[in-house]
């Protein structure tokens, strides 16, 4: 099923032509040749081909991950169709444009697309996984209602919500209303308007004055957590070493066990970590105490699944003069097909 074959295409001019028709450009490669090091032309790239597709991997510069990159390109090619990935627009999350590197790695598998909900429009029933990335805004109630309804017709969605809007430069965060919580906690789970602050973190520079002269310093700060603490059995999660958060808050999921559903912990902070609420001052300055670092295990990251209650089981949805398409109310369903929703306390790390 699989024949594979080596070219070199410095050989012939037509080989270097028919290398750069497939995408794979000449690198210069240093070489000993009787002992002396030279500089020379090479062709290190992979181009598969089936039926009338073709992937390629331009440039091969590591074995390390050589076989998840076949893998994933045979995978595309022969793939009947690729499942969509949408993403959420309207209620301020970033452009793709903004996660770029992100939307490169899934468009290796996925067809990546964005989905509006305005006017009306109900997430599309192609759409297999619903991605909800840091949003700044108030989420509207008929909004809520038809993302409701798509989780209630079996689709997935992924709540990656920041509850507190803080910047490295402002040294100060506030709470954002999101008016989501009521739609999470029906799922079993709540993303508290907290900051979790880790030992376990990653360091800033700061200018810091000595003498006459100001230096920049290398100091932790702990409100960026590198999260090292993964569930091992998760296939989402289990190979992965750390992951840098920027602010992130905690999850409540002790409600999901009173609806019948399962929440996993993906992600939780280290043995030494603690959380902040109220006011938000984050200066990389603020002298810390043992005792702000008194909690272990934090949830930073959870799945939920089961068959899910609807938000608006016995519940009228509010609408507004911006709702241009009529949305239909009278057949809501109630509770769901069995699904899954992965919630956590943060996005912006994915930019």
Same mark, same amino acid.
């Given at each position: 099923? $699989?024949?594979?074959?080596?070219?070199?295409?410095?050989?012939?001019?037509?080989?270097?032509?028919?290398?750069?028709?497939?995408?794979?450009?000449?690198?210069?490669?240093?070489?000993?040749?009787?002992?002396?090091?030279?500089?020379?032309?090479?062709?290190?790239?992979?181009? $598969?081909?089936?039926?009338? /597709?073709?992937?390629?991997?331009?440039?091969?510069? !590591?074995?390390?991950?050589?076989?998840?990159?076949?893998?994933?390109?045979?995978?595309?090619?022969?793939?009947?169709?690729?499942?969509?990935?949408?993403?959420?627009?309207?209620?301020?999350?970033?452009?793709?444009? *903004?996660?770029?590197? $992100?939307?490169?790695?899934?468009?290796?598998?996925?067809?990546?697309?964005?989905?509006?909900?305005?006017?009306?429009?109900?997430?599309?029933?192609?759409?297999?996984?619903?991605?909800?990335?840091?949003?700044?805004?108030?989420?509207?109630?008929?909004?809520?209602?038809?993302?409701?309804?798509?989780?209630?017709?079996?689709? /997935?969605?992924?709540?990656?919500?920041?509850?507190?809007?803080?910047?490295? *430069?402002?040294?100060?965060?506030?709470?954002?209303?999101?008016?989501?919580?009521?739609?999470?906690?029906?799922?079993?789970?709540?993303?508290?308007?907290?900051?979790?602050?880790?030992?376990?973190?990653?360091?800033?520079?700061?200018?810091?004055?000595?003498?006459?002269?100001?230096?920049?310093?290398?100091?932790?700060?702990?409100?960026?957590?590198?999260?090292?603490?993964?569930?091992?059995? !998760?296939?989402?999660? /289990?190979?992965?070493? %750390?992951?840098?958060?920027?602010?992130? !808050? !905690?999850?409540?999921?002790?409600?999901?066990?009173?609806?019948?559903?399962?929440?996993?912990?993906?992600?939780? =902070? =280290?043995?030494? %970590?603690?959380?902040?609420?109220?006011?938000?001052?984050?200066?990389?300055?603020?002298?810390?105490?043992?005792?702000?670092?008194?909690? %272990?295990?934090?949830?930073?990251?959870?799945?939920?699944?089961?068959?899910?209650? =609807?938000? $608006?089981?016995?519940?009228?949805?509010?609408?507004?003069?911006?709702?241009?398409?009529?949305?239909?109310? =009278?057949?809501?369903?109630?509770?769901? /097909?069995?699904?899954?929703?992965?919630?956590?306390?943060?996005?912006?790390?994915?930019?």
């Amino acid at each position: 099923n $699989f024949q594979y074959e080596f070219i070199n295409p410095g050989e012939k001019e037509e080989r270097e032509q028919e290398a750069q028709r497939y995408g794979i450009p000449p690198v210069q490669v240093q070489v000993l040749k009787q002992d002396k090091l030279q500089v020379e032309k090479a062709y290190m790239g992979l181009v $598969f081909l089936y039926g009338d /597709k073709q992937e390629r991997l331009p440039v091969i510069q !590591s074995t390390s991950n050589l076989e998840y990159e076949i893998s994933s390109a045979v995978k595309k090619l022969t793939a009947k169709e690729l499942k969509k990935v949408g993403f959420l627009t309207g209620q301020g999350e970033p452009a793709l444009q *903004q996660m770029n590197r $992100f939307q490169e790695m899934l468009s290796k598998q996925y067809t990546v697309t964005t989905v509006d909900l305005a006017g009306g429009t109900p997430v599309p029933f192609d759409v297999a996984v619903l991605l909800i990335v840091a949003p700044d805004k108030p989420f509207k109630s008929w909004e809520k209602f038809l993302i409701d309804q798509y989780l209630m017709k079996g689709g /997935k969605v992924a709540f990656l919500l920041k509850k507190v809007n803080a910047t490295l *430069q402002m040294q100060m965060g506030q709470a954002l209303k999101l008016d989501i919580d009521d739609l999470l906690e029906s799922y079993g789970v709540r993303v508290n308007s907290d900051l979790v602050r880790d030992a376990s973190c990653a360091y800033v520079n700061v200018q810091q004055q000595a003498g006459f002269m100001v230096i920049q310093n290398q100091v932790p700060f702990y409100y960026l957590p590198q999260a090292s603490e993964f569930d091992k059995t !998760s296939p989402i999660v /289990k190979d992965l070493r %750390s992951v840098v958060l920027y602010f992130a !808050s !905690s999850i409540d999921t002790s409600i999901a066990r009173t609806k019948g559903l399962q929440a996993r912990v993906l992600l939780k =902070s =280290s043995g030494r %970590s603690g959380r902040q609420e109220g006011a938000f001052v984050i200066s990389a300055a603020t002298h810390m105490t043992a005792d702000m670092f008194k909690e %272990s295990g934090i949830p930073l990251a959870v799945t939920v699944e089961g068959s899910f209650p =609807s938000a $608006f089981s016995g519940k009228a949805v509010a609408m507004d003069s911006t709702v241009k398409t009529p949305i239909d109310t =009278s057949n809501k369903m109630t509770s769901g /097909k069995p699904s899954k929703i992965v919630v956590m306390g943060g996005g912006d790390f994915l930019q």
